[in-house]
Nanobody, 127 residues
């Protein structure tokens, strides 16, 4: 069973930068898009950023535009989220997700589009 593994994350201060990366735990697989979501305990999982694999189109949540950058490495089959100017409200568990099919039944920012998920990595931003 294909799984995703996240790395990075941790504790930083407001205004700092941090990156999280994600890749398959085993063999590489074809994918239409990969994305990052985040979740705070007691709240719904929310979309952060996504990138389509073939042409590199990027989408961002309004709350992170201009501060976060998503990128992909087609050789390593990994996706990275570079987070700059971090704020305490960015504190959450960050999850990597992959859409291997590209059926586009839902929008790229909808969690239902993604069928493979990582276990999550904690990002904590102190004020």
């Amino acid at each position: 069973q294909v799984q995703l593994v996240e790395s990075g994350g941790g504790l930083v201060q407001a205004g700092d930068s941090l990156s999280v990366s994600c890749g398959p735990s085993g063999r590489a697989f074809g994918t239409y898009a990969m994305a990052w979501f985040r979740q705070v305990l007691g709240k719904e999982r929310e979309f952060v950023a996504a990138i389509t694999w073939r042409n590199g189109n990027k989408n961002y949540a309004d709350s992170v535009k201009g501060r976060f950058t998503i990128s992909r490495d087609g050789v390593k089959n990994t996706v990275t989220l570079q987070m700059n100017s971090l704020k305490p409200e960015d504190t959450a568990v960050y999850y990597c997700a992959a859409d291997p099919y590209g059926r586009r039944e839902y929008t790229i920012g909808d969690a239902r589009s993604y069928h493979i998920w990582g276990q999550g990595t904690q990002v904590t931003v102190s004020s």
